[in-house]
Each structure stands twice: as C-alpha cells, then as structure tokens.
C-alpha cells in the first residue's frame, strides 16, 4: 500500500515557478509509476505526466518543455518542477501511484493511490 501527500502548491504569478513534492509511504514507492494530475474548476482531471520505476519521464504536450517530473527512491519523494506558469495552469494538482507497473500511464483510472491534492493558482 503506498500513501501519498502533496504539497508546495500556492498563488505565483504568470511566468514564475513552483515546486511540487509528494511523499509516499510504503515499500511500493520504487517499484511503483508515479503520475501528476491536475483538474481544474469545473473541468475533468487531466493527465500532466508520469515517471517510470526507472525514472524516464513523459509529458503532457501541454507543459512540454516548462515541466519537468524527478523522483528521488531514496527519500520517496517525487517531484513536479513548474516553471514559465500560466493562468491555464491553474487547477488542484494531484500525484498518484500505480503500483501495478513501473511504466504508468496517461489513464487516471490506472492509478490506484492518490494523494489529497494541492492548489496551484497563477495569476495573470
């Protein structure tokens, strides 16, 4: 079982950067793909990327080149870097774990923990 908790979310202005954290517990965490989603008000959750068991990562076309997803095993933290943000950023970010595959998906429904959420609001 893995529990995951988000955080590093807050108000930034367009243009400027964040760092979002999520620890995991359990012994899931290595072995497991990691994901970041975000959902914004009155929108579906979307995928913004993924990272592999081994640490290649994947992207959403959406923040290609402004975001970037590391993991650190170890410690059993995963990372979401943003940076150049925009006001279409803006949305509750969530990590979360499928600890059926080291290769994870874009599919939500393929992740069976989720954190609780962090809010990333970008003011133009």
């Known amino acids: 079982q893995v529990q995951l908790v988000e955080s590093g979310g807050g108000l930034v202005q367009a243009g400027g950067s964040l760092t979002l954290s999520c620890a995991a517990s359990?012994?899931?965490?290595?072995?497991?793909?990691m994901g970041w989603f975000r959902q914004a008000p009155g929108k579906e959750r979307e995928f913004v990327g993924r990272?592999?068991?081994?640490?290649?990562?994947y992207y959403a076309d959406s923040v290609k080149g402004r975001f970037t997803i590391s993991r650190d095993n170890a410690k059993t933290i995963l990372y979401l870097q943003m940076n150049s943000l925009r006001p279409e950023d803006t949305a509750v970010y969530y990590c979360?774990?499928?600890?059926?595959?080291?290769?994870?998906?874009?599919?939500?429904?393929?992740?069976?923990?989720w954190g609780q959420g962090t809010q990333v609001t970008v003011s133009s």
């Open positions: 979360a774990a499928d600890s059926d595959s080291r290769l994870g998906s874009t599919r939500d429904y393929d992740y069976d923990y």
């Open positions: 359990g012994r899931a965490f290595s072995r497991s793909a």
């Open positions: 990272i592999t068991g081994s640490g290649t990562a």
